[in-house]
């Protein structure tokens, strides 16, 4: 006679497993029918905003109650989206800011056609970034405004504070934003190609689209961050059933969806900026007039991301000695280019800083402060509701999933 051996729970835990590996095969089903067939796992995201300006190429958005507390502006470089602000529910400063009680303002400068292939750097930098500050003043009681920035938007906020400093300006903030060219080892091959055949390149650009068109930028940021576009299909494969790290991912990826196309003269000027490198030396020159950043006399909080290959620290750290005339604080803080402004430490690294020095910007000057947190075309704006037309920079982080590093 054969004995029977009853092991208790066998068969409830082998049910239990085969239902855990069909649960399983059902979602990974389930994602990648929505990443590859459907609309996609992550549902659209935009933090509620009220348009509260609009002119050519500007138009100006608030975040919060109209009633809010000290005005934030954020400024983006050219051709990024301002959704960098705002790139996800759990990851977006503008929802961060305004919880600190500031009422937080974007400028968006929208797409840039053949019709703006004359405006320059001096655009944004007498025009659209002044006029921002101004009616961001206006709205908030002619308070003074505190400016951040993020990539060559950070240069671009210096110069024009340089270049007007009677604006209300109270600080400026600029995350990885380069100074020094020279110091981006991943920049070396495109400035020796570019004191080679940028000029006849560009002028062709011109010529035929006015500019350099958006699909050639989202390519070309895309081949910065080329580890991550190489190492997505292994990344999806190995989390296909994790929906949480596939949204990340495809907001991400939006982002990059979004990045426009450059204006052909600022796009030309911008090329000349980063082969001569210019601005190591502290001075811009625009056409017949020279832009001085000594000539920055509001307190800067410069970050530089430790994993940051587009503006590696050695880049960002010359703001220390190129503004003499006020007081500079630089920081390094753990993540990629997006990742220092976006990701998912940014709220417990970056944005603590932040809201420290924005608290009390001349911080560092004074006694008694606070420990610090320690990581190591027609001008103006117009009433929103009237129809009016208009007559480097952003990366995502090497991961795949998300900008978190």
């Known amino acids: 006679m054969t004995n029977t051996i009853f092991v208790p729970g066998t068969f409830t835990e082998n049910w239990r ?4 590996i069909t ?3 059902t979602r990974a089903a389930h994602n990648a029918w929505a990443l590859f067939a459907g609309d996609g796992l992550a549902p659209p995201h935009r933090t509620e905003s009220v348009v509260v300006g609009r002119g050519p190429h500007r138009t100006l958005r608030r975040f919060g109650p109209d009633d809010g507390g000290d005005p934030v502006l954020l400024v983006t470089p050219l051709a990024a989206s301002p959704t960098c602000y705002d790139l996800m529910p759990d990851q977006s400063l503008v929802q961060y800011l305004s919880e600190l009680g500031r009422s937080t303002f974007v400028v968006e400068y929208g797409e840039m056609t053949s019709e703006d292939r004359d405006l320059g750097l001096e655009y944004w930098i007498d025009e659209i970034v002044p006029e921002s500050i ?8 002619n308070r003074d405004v505190d400016v951040v920035a993020w990539s060559i938007g950070g240069a671009m906020a210096l110069l024009t504070s340089a270049a007007h400093p009677e604006l209300p300006v109270r600080s400026i903030t600029a995350f990885g934003s380069p100074l020094d060219f020279s110091k981006i080892p991943v920049m070396a091959p495109l400035r020796l190609i570019g004191k080679l055949c940028a000029e006849p390149v560009i002028d062709v650009l011109n010529s035929v689209f006015g500019g350099v ?12 961050a080329l580890d991550r576009e190489l190492a997505r299909p292994w990344f999806v494969a190995s989390n296909i059933t994790d929906a949480g790290k596939l949204s990340r991912m495809e907001l991400v990826d939006r982002f990059q969806d ?11 000027q911008l090329a000349q900026m980063t082969v001569a490198n210019d601005l190591s030396g502290g001075k811009l020159r625009l056409g017949e007039r020279v832009v001085d950043l000594a000539g920055v006399t509001v307190p800067v909080l410069a970050f530089a991301g430790t994993e940051d290959i587009l503006a590696p620290s050695r880049a ?12 500079v604080r630089f920081v390094e803080v753990p993540g990629t280019h997006l990742g220092m402004l976006a990701g998912a430490r940014a709220r417990t690294t970056s944005w603590v800083e932040l809201a420290a020095f924005l608290e009390e910007p001349g911080c560092d000057e004074e006694p008694g402060c606070d420990e610090e947190p320690g990581y190591g075309v027609e001008a103006g704006f117009v009433d929103p509701g ?17 900008a978190d590093r």
């Open 213 to 224: 068109p958006a699909p050639l930028v989202q390519a070309a940021y895309r081949v910065t």
């Open 316 to 327: 960002v750290e010359p703001v220390t000695r190129l503004l003499p005339n006020t007081s």
């Open 386 to 402: 009237q129809d009016r037309s208009a007559s480097p920079s952003p990366a995502a982080a090497p991961h795949p999933e998300r």
């Open 23 to 25: 649960d399983s095969v």
């Open 17 to 20: 497993h085969l239902m855990g």
């Open 258 to 268: 979004e990045i426009s196309g450059y204006a052909g003269r600022a796009f030309a």
């Open 134 to 141: 101004h009616l961001v003043s206006e709205l908030c009681g």
